[in-house]
């Protein structure tokens, strides 16, 4: 293993979640080179915002050269690049983010969507490494989708990214800020399951331990928790099945920290995919860069874009 040079290329990698902030760097043997993980501010100015960011950003390429910066972010963003999910991301919401960040390293950061980021770095480096024609679901606090066709992300009409986690779906209500009454995103993100899950419990912790436990009563037999997880996949199966069948997708990666929980959920996901249709069963996989997934597609992405734009 060679030591790492003092000037050596970093393509810096930030993946802008509700809870949590992932920064990266890659180098240019495509390793990565150091990780950093830190709370995403729930509030600030704009100017706290970007020296968040760019504090942060000088201390994961410490010792290196930055080549490009990439920004996966949860939520829309619009054609400005300004990220617009107040539910998510309030503080940075509305903020224009680049230019402040710009100045301080002359480079124009990429920034898009997180499903995208997350589908870049799994198609390059993970679970879609033999499948550019994938359909990535991302399942945290939200539902992500994103479709690459030969690699690329499918785009809007305007060149924005399609939210395909707000489908309408079969079921009880399940109203959901978007409008619709009975929304996919509502009743399949990582959310929902932990809810499931919680429900479970007279001393639920309301947090992920709660599907943690109940993963584990699953596995002993227990009729209520095998139930729950059941109910789930088949929520998640009702719109995947909708995409698959808007898409023709040929392969599907589930990311997101939903994902950790697929062999709990994915049978009968995998059941109620074989009763909607039957050109299934595809493959159904789970994510393989685990956390760092959507850091590292969004370190790609600032390369990509950083390359193409010399
Ligand atoms: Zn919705």
């Known amino acids: 293993m060679s030591p790492a040079t003092p000037l050596e290329n970093l393509a810096v990698g930030i993946d802008l979640g509700g809870t949590a902030t992932r920064f990266v760097a890659v180098d240019s043997r495509e390793q990565v080179r150091a990780r950093r993980i830190v709370g995403t501010p729930r509030s600030g100015n704009p100017e706290q915002l970007r ?15 930055i080549l490009s910066i990439g920004i996966g972010a949860s939520g829309p963003i619009d054609a400005d690049g300004v990220i617009q999910n107040p539910d998510t991301l309030p503080a940075f919401t509305g903020v224009d983010l680049l230019p402040g960040i710009e100045r301080e390293f ?11 980021t997350a589908a870049l770095g799994e198609a390059r480096f993970g679970a879609g490494r033999s499948n550019p024609n994938m359909l990535m ?20 009409a305007d060149g924005s ?4 986690g707000h489908l309408s779906i079969s079921g009880p209500d399940a109203p959901c800020y978007c409008g619709r009454s009975t929304c996919w995103e509502q009743v399949a993100s990582r959310r929902a399951l932990q809810d499931a899950a919680s429900s479970l419990f007279d001393d ?11 993963s584990q009563l699953a596995s002993t037999g227990d009729s209520a928790a095998i139930e729950m997880f059941a109910n789930y996949g088949r929520r998640l199966a009702d719109g995947l ?3 698959i069948a808007a898409y023709g997708a040929n392969f599907v990666v589930i990311g997101g920290s939903g994902s950790n929980y697929l062999p709990s959920y994915g049978p009968a996901l995998r059941e109620h995919l074989l009763e909607i249709q039957d050109c299934f069963p595809i493959p ?18 600032g390369r990509d874009a950083t390359v193409a734009g010399h």
Do not use: K, M, W
């Open 51 to 65: 020296r968040f960011i760019n504090q942060n950003v000088r201390t994961i390429a410490e010792g290196g050269q």
């Open 106 to 116: 002359h480079h124009r950061p990429a920034i898009d969507n997180d499903a995208v």
């Open 137 to 156: 679901v991302t399942l945290g606090t939200g539902i992500g989708v994103c479709l690459l066709q030969h690699g690329q992300p499918f785009r809007a």
């Open 161 to 164: 990214h399609p939210e395909a």
């Open 204 to 214: 639920a912790r309301d947090s992920s331990e709660d599907i943690d436990r109940a």
């Open 241 to 243: 099945s909708n995409l």
């Open 284 to 301: 159904i996989v789970g994510a393989q860069l685990g956390e760092d997934g959507g850091a590292i597609g969004a370190a790609l992405l």
